[in-house]
């Protein structure tokens, strides 16, 4: 819930990529902001106590960090723009003002169109080949970095 459009104009249902996701049941120009990305304000140590990654385990967390100080955390008080999923080719971004992130289209987009942002994770620790196998990407374009973390420099 909590969408800015009244019908919405996502819904949520299976993804091939992973899970749930967001998918289009309008066109969407593109430039359209669609959602808040909701949730708990934590402290990364707060979540990073909440999120022990299990060594070895495929990474998932409904998690959202704004910057070095502030992370959201949608599976407390979060809404539907927790189901986006993330692609290398996306047709949305996540835009950070004044604290609050929001999910905006980049494209048009028709409807059955999955919404996609770029994650671009970025961890504390180094992105080692070990630890891009623990964030995985299942996006399926052809241009995929096959880990949902970013690019480190
Ligand atoms: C915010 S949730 C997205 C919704 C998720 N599909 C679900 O049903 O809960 C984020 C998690 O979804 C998974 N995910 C999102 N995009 C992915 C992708 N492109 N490839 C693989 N897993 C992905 C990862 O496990 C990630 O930690
Ligand atoms: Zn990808």
């Not at 140590?45 to 967390?61: C, E, L």
């Not at 959202?64 to 047709?91: K, Q, Y």
């Not at 942002?117 to 096959?146: M, N, Q, W």
Request: proline content about 7%; hydrophobic content about 35%.
């Amino acid at each position: 819930m909590a969408h800015l459009h009244d019908p919405p104009v996502f819904e949520i249902r299976r993804s091939g990529i992973q899970g749930m996701g967001g998918f289009a049941t309008h066109h969407i120009p593109a430039g359209t902001r669609l959602i808040e990305y909701a949730g708990e304000r934590i402290t990364p140590a707060q979540s990073d106590a909440r999120y022990p990654d299990a060594p070895g385990a495929r990474h998932h967390t409904y998690l959202f960090a704004i910057d070095d100080e502030v992370v959201v955390d949608a599976a407390v008080n979060g809404n539907d723009a927790r189901f986006l999923n993330h692609s290398c080719a996306p047709n949305c971004d996540a835009v950070i003002e004044d604290g609050r992130i929001w999910i905006e289209t980049l494209l048009d987009i028709e409807p059955g169109e999955e919404l996609v942002y770029d994650y671009a994770y970025v961890l504390a620790e180094r992105h080692t080949p070990a630890a891009k196998r623990r964030f995985p990407c299942s996006c399926g374009a052809i241009t995929c970095r096959g880990t949902i973390l970013a690019k480190k420099r």
